[in-house]
């Protein structure tokens, strides 16, 4: 079955094409990554799955629903959690409650009952941690469930991002480049846990990402960007392998990326 | 380093993370009930006033300190409040339905200005709240047939089943009984930040698009934030207006409004006791200043504009040494002395941090 469909999706920055008609489905199940050249629209199909942006044609499905008509806000309460390029954690708070804030999509109480802080609500936070510290001791973060974001280390803060996402609960996870600042051991990490991820946690992931010896080890399938446009889906040797991705790369400064 | 197991997911919902902050806010709370005990009227009058300035820094607190938007107009609310809830009990309603239902009027005008503006930012919202601040004293004048106009209105003392606490007749009364609307409001505030609503508020400080990510509805979520604040902020102009007695369309200035802004500033913005420091800040400083002279100056010379010429080098002073206010200071010089031989010099190093109207979108 497709959990997420894209159908002949393009989108347009003034004169520049960044998205150009591109068609993908990614499978419930699956490790879907998208790999290119930087400012290949990678980042602006996710923005176009979160509904940042709009796209000017095609129709975007999640399981087999058009999602163009909901709010940005409306996505996650389908089930669509995401991480971003430059992390975006909420700075001023502590790791934990940035994972709680992963759980509005289960609140059940109104802003009364919460003033009053009716037992209700106590109740509620009690399932909002336990779901929470699963995925505190998932992905290793103990050392940091009190610490504010604006004093952690960068590796960190990404696993924390991904922890957020996670907190959601969803059905699709959107990772963009998950592994990228990240030491050779971090790296490991996050295969490790995309593996997790996809086999015992049942989540599809949708992954941008650059390195791609990570792309090789955890992806299912692969789509090759540039330019906006699909070069090639396929598995990783596959789109390694394909003439056109080696050009796409050679064409740009980044040659090294598919070694 | 102090880590803390956690035993319980009660640990961190609890209102103190252990017994000895509990203890010292306890012994805090006794000794504001006996304070009536200890401190003569004229004295016992300005703390009550402290704690009304109190609510109001906390309604303008909640929207400013912890869900990142700016009012500069936040005395019009006071206004709402101080005028609806004299004008409830012209109508017979009692002191113990007035208030509510004066800070309700105060939340529903918060929501009115909220709707329109809630898509406006940092600077943006600023001028939006100033203009609103003016129009307020304006309509206060031009509805004069409800409002009096510039003759103002008299607030009835309050009478809650027979007792009466009157501003002259009954101060420990009505500082009692100010006190205990404080708290309450303390409670509900504490119960805010630590419910997915405090949450949701902390989000859309820190990161709309990421709140967004997480499924929270902005426009909502700023718009409640607005309310709250304005019905506690209205709840505080209702006490102000039983506390001064009389009140007119100069009350509730664009002065005052910048005051609350500053006051919260200094106090520690996100910090619930910020607002209580910057109260007293507020309303002490005029005082020492005018013991002071009296003991410095013999000729007694009255140096015009000199409060708030010291309140603003107070904030200047703050801004640039101090940006988590005064009460951050304090967290400093107690964790200085918690990790006593261990303190690091960087340990509350400034990391770079943006207003979200300088952030690009
Ligand atoms: N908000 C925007 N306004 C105008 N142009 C944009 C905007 N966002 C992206 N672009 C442009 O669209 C193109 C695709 O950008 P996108 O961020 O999707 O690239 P990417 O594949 O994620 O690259 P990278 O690997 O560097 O993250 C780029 O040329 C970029 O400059
Ligand atoms: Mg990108």
Redesign the interface.
């Known amino acids: 079955m497709n959990l997420l469909d894209l159908q002949n999706v393009t989108l347009r920055f003034g004169g520049l094409v960044a998205v150009d008609n591109v068609s993908f489905s990614v499978k419930q199940g699956e490790v879907f990554s998208l790999v290119g050249p930087n400012g290949a629209g990678k980042s602006t199909i996710f923005n176009m799955i979160s509904r940042f942006y709009d796209p000017a044609e095609g129709d975007i499905l999640f399981q087999g629903q058009s999602i163009l008509k909901k709010a940005s806000h409306d996505i996650p309460h389908l089930g669509i959690a995401r991480t971003f390029q430059n992390i975006e954690l909420f700075e001023q708070a502590s790791v934990l409650q940035n994972l709680l804030v992963g759980r509005q999509r289960h609140r059940r109480s109104n802003v009364l009952e919460e003033i009053l802080f009716l037992p209700k609500v106590r109740k509620q936070e009690h399932h909002h941690r336990l779901a929470v510290e699963h995925v505190i001791d998932f992905l290793d973060l103990q050392p940091y469930r009190d610490k504010f974001i604006s004093g952690l280390p960068y590796g960190i803060r990404k696993v924390v991002e991904m922890g957020r996402a996670l907190a959601i609960g969803p059905k699709l996870l959107l990772l963009d480049e998950p592994a990228s600042g990240l030491s050779t051991e971090e790296t490991q990490d996050v295969a490790f846990w995309i593996e997790d991820i996809k086999k015992v946690m049942g989540i599809t992931v949708l992954m941008v990402e650059h390195d791609m010896h990570l792309v090789n080890s955890v992806s299912d399938r692969v789509l090759a960007l540039a330019d906006g446009k699909i070069l090639t889906i396929g598995t990783p040797s596959e789109v390694q392998n394909h003439p056109d991705v080696i050009k796409a790369y050679i064409g740009s400064d980044e040659e090294d990326a598919l070694t | 380093m102090r880590i803390?197991f956690?035993t319980s997911?009660?640990a961190?919902?609890r209102y103190f993370r252990n017994r000895v902050p509990a203890l010292w806010y306890l012994a805090l709370l006794l000794m504001s009930i006996a304070l009536p005990f200890i401190i003569n009227e004229f004295w016992l009058g300005e703390f009550t006033l402290m704690l009304i300035w109190a609510i109001a820094g906390m309604g303008l607190m909640l929207l400013v300190g912890h869900s990142g938007q700016a009012s500069l107009g936040h005395a019009a609310f006071m206004a709402v409040g101080a005028y609806s809830n004299v004008i409830l009990q012209e109508y017979g309603l009692p002191f113990i339905l007035s208030l509510p239902l004066a800070g309700f009027f105060a939340g529903l005008a918060g929501v009115l200005v909220a709707m329109p503006t809630t898509k406006l930012h940092g600077i943006y919202m600023a001028i939006a709240t100033i203009a609103i601040g003016v129009l307020a004293e304006d309509l206060i004048v031009i509805l004069a047939p409800w409002t009096g106009g510039v003759s103002g209105k008299f607030a009835p003392s309050i009478e809650i089943f027979g007792i009466n606490f009157d501003r002259y007749g009954n101060v420990s009364g009505l500082y009692w009984l100010i006190l205990g609307i404080t708290c309450l409001i303390v409670l509900?505030y504490k119960?805010?930040l630590?419910?997915?609503?405090?949450?949701?508020f902390?989000?859309i400080?820190?990161?709309e698009?990421?709140?967004?990510?997480?499924?929270?509805?902005?426009a909502r979520t700023r718009t409640?934030s607005f309310a709250?604040s304005c019905a506690i902020t209205g709840i505080s102009g209702a006490l102000m207006g039983h506390f001064s007695l009389v009140f007119t369309n100069e009350t509730f200035n664009i002065v005052i409004s910048i005051y609350l802004l500053l006051m919260i500033v200094i106090g520690g913005l996100?910090f619930i006791q910020g607002a209580f420091i910057g109260a007293a800040i507020v309303t002490f400083l005029p005082s020492v200043i005018s013991f002071s002279r009296d003991a410095f100056f013999s000729n007694s010379a009255i140096i015009p504009g000199i409060e708030s010429g010291l309140f603003g080098a107070i904030l200047i002073f703050v801004i640039l040494f101090e940006p988590m206010g005064l009460y951050g200071r304090w967290l400093k010089i107690r964790s200085y002395f918690e990790l006593f031989p261990f303190y690091r010099r960087d340990m509350f190093r400034r990391?770079k941090?943006y207003l979200k109207t300088e952030r690009m979108r």
Do not use: T
């Not at chain 2, 698009?209 to 902005?218: L, R, W």
């Open positions: 803390i956690k997911y009660d961190d919902i509900g119960n805010i630590r419910s997915p609503l405090g949450r949701s902390m989000a400080r820190d990161s698009i990421s709140a967004q990510a997480m499924g929270v509805n902005i409640i709250l996100g990391q941090s």
